[in-house]
């Protein structure tokens, strides 16, 4: 057997300041820096569970007798949570901010749920502390200044997801994000019950059954996909003894023999018995954190990560000017999986619509001028297709709205005009999922006032107010300096609308129509209707009214799962 001891120091260390964390809540001169700590203990879970996710998954099914219920409710959804995340794919940055709304989801009102473990009745102003745990969790978070409103806006919604996907409430469910924490809680507390505790698997076959939801569905088939191939914690028979799965590796399985709750031997057998989950009281430090110093480490499983090479082949291919079809080809070599696309792409440029034989005949289909910004665009929308992000189907059609809409307005859908003044637009998605991914959301954002002096932006589409204006800037005139479509996008997104004048305004109209058709209740201000009416004459429509029953006959819509 290997020697591992990092692990079990890791192990020990989680659990016991998964424990502290609780009792920041009673102790106000802790909140101003409860973020940092909270952000801390999440890091330790996912770093934890990249390296020994069968250790953690023992843990789904320990009843930790030295540590306190709430702290095994926490552990426990914690675990969940970094399951779900990984599962999915999401980015560390994401899996950190559904941590650090789990734990503050626990952490006001620990003392009631370790009252309610022991049967004992709670006051009522104990009752009313748990029903508003969420509230509290937000004010305290907001002490420690708290720079992710995600987090907040998960609180929020936390107790009537918990509620809708246990069938107690008829809440819509449109927030992924949030659901994902109200799964996690929903599975530890079913784990934690005192009375008909049910097993792991038990209780991810009720949560599938009682919901029609196609995000919750998905996710509780990856946990269980997840479990399955991290099987730790499940018990079984051998020789007569009770043995507990510590891992599985190649054709072997290693077992922990257990006797009066304490590990006798450690074997090693190509035997397979009947194995199930339940919960198992462990009191034995040896089984609850040091045995995993004995077993060979078996990292996590993840799939590489292409988004990074990606995104800078994308600013390439928009800010170069290539003086060959060789040269594209180069850039976009570590992507051959984007020719299929591509080849469709290219039937636009095809007086019989017929695609690109291959990448060379595609290229040449588009003439040199336009065929790298289109080369920059579907690799683009590749990567939003093959987004892994809760609102990765939102963030797609929202994408191909917008192109919609540009393509009515400027009254072209394909040539070098449109590729250049679409490229733009495609950089900026690059750059919402490069620093703002954990900061899009469902709904639009819509409360410009009539007052604001500046424009709308492209962020408020998916859910922000605005792009980090530094970065913003930075990227784009690092990569996109000598485009002349990407400094009018800027200045869409930056100037003050005083200052918009030519592509800018064009841009300007684009989004307030794509807002208009994303958001029934969005109402234009007199200077964007001028806007409108004005860029509705450049492009040759013959009134604003005319552009719009166009849109209207295009059967554009908002997307609500």
């Not at 001891?5 to 009673?26: F, G, N, P």
């Not at 809409?405 to 003044?421: P, R, W």
């Not at 733009?424 to 709904?443: E, G, N, T």
């Not at 954002?445 to 424009?455: I, K, L, M």
Request: hydrophobic share 40%.
């Amino acid at each position: 057997m290997t020697v591992n001891e990092d692990i079990a120091r890791q192990l020990h260390k989680l659990l016991t300041q998964s424990e502290s964390v609780l009792s920041l809540y009673y102790d106000k001169s802790s909140w101003p820096k409860i973020d940092v700590t909270l952000s801390q203990l999440a890091e330790q879970f996912t770093r934890l569970y990249r390296q020994a996710p069968n250790a953690l998954h023992a843990h789904l099914h320990f009843i930790s007798v030295p540590f306190r219920h709430s702290t095994n409710v926490l552990v426990k959804q914690s675990v969940v949570l970094c399951m779900l995340g990984y599962a999915h794919g999401y980015t560390e940055q994401m899996i950190h901010e559904l941590l650090v709304a789990g734990f503050a989801s626990v952490l006001c009102a620990n003392r009631e749920y370790d009252k309610q473990a022991t049967d004992k009745p709670l006051s009522k102003v104990e009752s009313q502390k748990l029903k508003l745990r969420h509230q509290l969790a937000v004010k305290v978070l907001d002490a420690g200044q708290l720079k992710s409103p995600q987090i907040t806006r998960i609180l929020a919604r936390l107790s009537g997801y918990e509620l809708s996907i246990s069938r107690k409430s008829n809440t819509p469910l449109y927030d992924n994000v949030t659901l994902l924490v109200a799964i996690a809680t929903q599975i530890a507390n079913a784990l934690m019950k005192k009375h008909q505790r049910a097993s792991l698997p038990a209780v991810i076959k009720q949560l599938y059954l009682n919901n029609t939801h196609t995000f919750v569905q998905a996710s509780l088939q990856l946990v269980a996909r997840q479990l399955a191939a991290y099987p730790a914690g499940a018990v079984q028979q051998h020789q007569g003894n009770q043995a507990l799965l510590l891992c599985e590796e190649d054709k072997h399985a290693i077992l922990a023999i257990i006797e009066s709750g304490k590990i006798t031997r450690l074997i090693k057998t190509q035997r397979r018995h009947p194995q199930r989950y339940q919960a198992v009281r462990v009191s034995d430090a040896q089984l609850l954190y040091r045995v995993w110093s004995r077993i060979p480490p078996q990292p996590l499983a993840t799939t590489s990560d292409q988004m990074t090479e990606a995104l800078h082949v994308v600013e390439q291919l928009g800010g170069e000017n290539f003086s060959s079809f060789r040269a594209i080809e180069k850039t976009i070599a570590p992507f051959r999986e984007i020719e299929t696309a591509l080849s469709q792409a290219a039937r636009l440029y095809n007086r019989e619509a017929q695609k690109g034989a291959n990448l060379r005949h595609c290229l040449t289909m588009v003439g040199l001028d336009a065929a790298a910004l289109l080369c920059q665009r579907v690799l683009v929308e590749q990567l939003i297709v093959q987004l892994k992000h809760p609102f990765a189907k939102d963030i797609w059609h929202k994408y191909q709205l917008f192109a919609q809409v540009l393509a009515a307005l400027v009254q072209q859908n394909y040539g070098h005009h449109y590729e250049h003044i679409l490229s733009p637009v495609s950089a900026a998605i690059a750059f919402m999922l490069k620093h703002h991914s954990v900061d899009i959301k469902r709904f639009v954002h819509t409360s410009e006032c009539a007052d604001n002096p500046h424009p709308v932006s492209l962020a408020n589409l998916y859910g922000f107010v605005a792009f980090d204006e530094e970065a913003f800037k930075h990227y784009f005139h690092n990569h996109f300096a000598n485009s002349d479509a990407h400094r009018a996008f800027e200045q869409s997104e930056l100037y003050r609308k005083s200052k918009l004048k030519g592509l800018s305004l064009t841009f300007t109209a684009v989004k307030i129509l794509t807002l208009q058709i994303s958001d029934a209740n969005f109402q234009t201000s007199a200077w964007q209707r001028q806007v409108l009416d004005d860029q509705a004459k450049l492009h040759d429509w013959q009134s604003l009214n005319a552009l719009l029953a166009h849109l209207q006959s295009l059967g554009l819509y908002n997307l609500i799962e």
